[in-house]
T-cell receptor, first 116, second 115 residues
Framework: NAGVMQNPRHLVRRRGQEARLRCSPMKGHSHVYWYRQLPEEGLKFMVYLQKENIIDESGMPKERFSAEFPKEGPSILRIQQVVRGDSAAYFC??????????????FGSGTQLSVL | QKEVEQNSGPLSVPEGAIASLNCTYSDRGSQSFFWYRQYSGKSPELIMSIYSNGDKEDGRFTAQLNKASQYVSLLIRDSQPSDSATYLCAVNPPMFSGGYNKLIFGAGTRLAVHP
């Protein structure tokens, strides 16, 4: 999982500000997933992207949250007008493009978002 | 009913003992199952995957799957203090038409191995 790079490691925002979380998948991986983890809870799926396409965003709140994975550059999870309830660890995971049925997810080190 | 259920623990075992972690899932059509280990403040790390009924062994770890009973378990033999972590069970629901995986995670079981 060391190959999935996330930054920043820690992000502090005040209520109403915007948060941008970045994720670069492992080399050769073209699928990116974002998960959110609240304290003492498991990971909750947010969104699944392939290059330039959002495939499944069923776990992402309809308002204030957006995600992209451009042709060039990292995947971005963007949270507008953050609220205290957005405070959580956000993990990105990537997987290779083939063997979808059994592909394994490899997680990055996460971004801990704290909203003051 | 939660989709993936785990006992939150903590499960406390002495060093050298066998730790047994259990997980049940609700979707009978689930195809693949994973165990992740997560140290406090760190990212989840994949330690075992299992797809067929029965046992799968990898070093000190054994994953067991029973699809009829809808449970999956993880055994850790010769437990070490370094095994102390939260163990997350993850299940892949029936494959979507798009052919991708969307893991459903349990809340995790905290394991404490004491010397």
């Amino acid at each position: 999982n060391a190959g999935v790079m996330q930054n920043p490691r820690h992000l502090v925002r005040r209520r109403g500000q915007e948060a941008r979380l970045r994720c670069s998948p492992m080399k050769g991986h073209s699928h990116v997933y974002w998960y959110r983890q609240l304290p003492e809870e498991g990971l909750k799926f947010m969104v699944y992207l392939q290059k330039e396409n959002i495939i499944d965003e069923s776990g992402m709140p309809k308002e204030r949250f957006s995600a992209e994975f451009p042709k060039e550059g990292p995947s971005i999870l963007r949270i507008q007008q953050v609220v205290r309830g957005d405070s959580a660890a956000y993990f990105c995971a990537s997987s290779p493009p083939q063997g979808a049925r059994h592909e394994k997810l490899f997680f990055g080190s996460g971004t801990q978002l704290s909203v003051l | 009913q939660k989709e993936v259920e785990q006992n939150s623990g903590p499960l406390s075992v002495p060093e050298g003992a066998i730790a047994s972690l259990n997980c049940t899932y609700s979707d009978r059509g689930s195809q693949s199952f994973f165990w992740y280990r997560q140290y406090s403040g760190k990212s989840p790390e994949l330690i075992m995957s299992i797809y067929s009924n029965g046992d799968k062994e990898d070093g000190r770890f054994t994953a067991q799957l029973n699809k009829a009973s809808q449970y999956v378990s993880l055994l850790i033999r010769d437990s070490q203090p370094s095994d102390s972590a939260t163990y997350l069970c993850a299940v892949n629901p029936p494959m979507f038409s798009g052919g991708y995986n969307k893991l459903i995670f349990g809340a995790g079981t905290r394991l404490a191995v004491h010397p």
